[in-house]
């Protein structure tokens, strides 16, 4: 995974670039400020001064007026399986009944859930992005590829799974394009394999104002599961969908042209790091104004900062822990 934050200049400060995703909301203060390791926060870093730029409710205030505990911290239940889809050997939808609330948190774009079998131990925790949230039945959707060992021992499964979230960080520049939000506003969406079940959700949520166009690469995957999931209503909402293997020659072309005539506010990569680089450099030169979103494909296995597997050094000596931080510079994309 390559991001212009992390060959950042040294005098750069952090928190210029990036913020904590759960900074300010129910799931903060998290284990982070515990430990002393706060993304956002210099007081919960061990400094004896504020310099955090945060504009939200203070984080050590409410450290310390929650006898400094973690706030809310995610724990596992177990969710019935509504209903299993097997669409190739290797690839199965769940849906889940998770009740309304969570249900309704698990569908901003973005989110993921750990799942995991009943009784398995927590080394089969696996992240498995939402692909829809149906807040009326309480369910969510969940599409799995199967490739090794957890999600093999997830097929296993027919009456319930463990499941704990969600958690937020699954696209990296999202919260920019969820932030400015106006009417006709023109996304698109590239999406390769099971990247398109984050599509899915991205789409659910931004298509009562958006205009959205999508390219879809459905090697690896199904294409009834993209007819599945996307309904009468989705499809009225999409301008375009276009179905292409990215590593054609032609493609990269097809893509610039629509990208000049359509002029998008907003391009969304849901690829391989392969792909992410290389059309997130055709979209900075086409279309350099536009707001830049990726999906998050370091390797996340607590999903709550603790683990180090997702942790990446930067100029300067810092470690930035790339399930919970959020970019918030395009220029940083």
Not at 221 to 239: F, K, N, P, R
Request: net charge neutral; with cysteine.
């Amino acid at each position: 995974m390559s991001y212009g934050a992390l060959d950042a200049s040294k005098s750069v400060p952090t928190q210029n670039i990036m913020n904590c995703i759960d900074a300010g909301t129910e799931n903060c203060p998290c284990y982070l400020a515990v430990t002393g390791d706060c993304l956002v926060c210099s007081r919960l870093q061990g400094k004896h001064y504020c310099d955090c730029e945060w504009h939200g409710v203070c984080i050590y205030n409410e450290f310390i007026q929650g006898n400094r505990k973690v706030n809310n911290p995610r724990q596992d239940f177990e969710a019935k399986i509504v209903s299993k889809k097997l669409y190739k050997e290797d690839l199965v939808v769940y849906v889940l009944d998770v009740g309304k609330g969570f249900a309704m948190k698990a569908g901003r774009p973005g989110s993921y859930l750990f799942v995991k079998a009943r009784g398995a131990s927590g080394f089969y925790d696996i992240p498995i992005s939402v692909m829809k949230s149906d807040v009326e039945q309480g369910y969510v959707h969940l599409a799995i590829k199967v490739i090794s060992t957890k999600t093999k021992a997830l097929m296993q499964e027919e009456e319930k799974l463990l499941v704990r979230g969600p958690y937020r960080n699954g696209i990296q520049g999202l919260s920019a394009i969820l932030a400015k939000r106006k009417k006709e506003t023109k996304t698109l969406i590239i999406a390769k394999g099971i990247g398109i079940a984050p599509g899915i959700l991205i789409n659910q949520a931004l298509m009562a104002k958006d205009h959205i166009d999508m390219i879809i690469d459905t090697e690896k995957i199904s294409d009834e599961l993209v007819s599945d999931y996307m309904d009468d209503e989705a499809q009225s909402a999409i301008g375009t969908i276009k179905y292409m293997a990215l590593a054609d020659e032609e493609a990269e072309q097809v893509m610039e042209s629509m990208m000049r005539v359509k002029g998008y506010d907003n391009v969304i990569l849901l690829v391989s790091d392969y792909y992410i680089e290389k059309l997130g450099a055709l979209t900075k030169r086409i279309l350099p104004s536009a707001n830049l979103a990726m999906s998050n494909n370091f390797h996340i296995c607590c999903g709550e900062g603790l683990c180090g597997s997702c942790t990446v050094d930067i100029p300067g000596g810092k470690t930035i822990k790339m399930c919970k931080c959020q970019f918030h510079s395009k220029s940083s994309l």
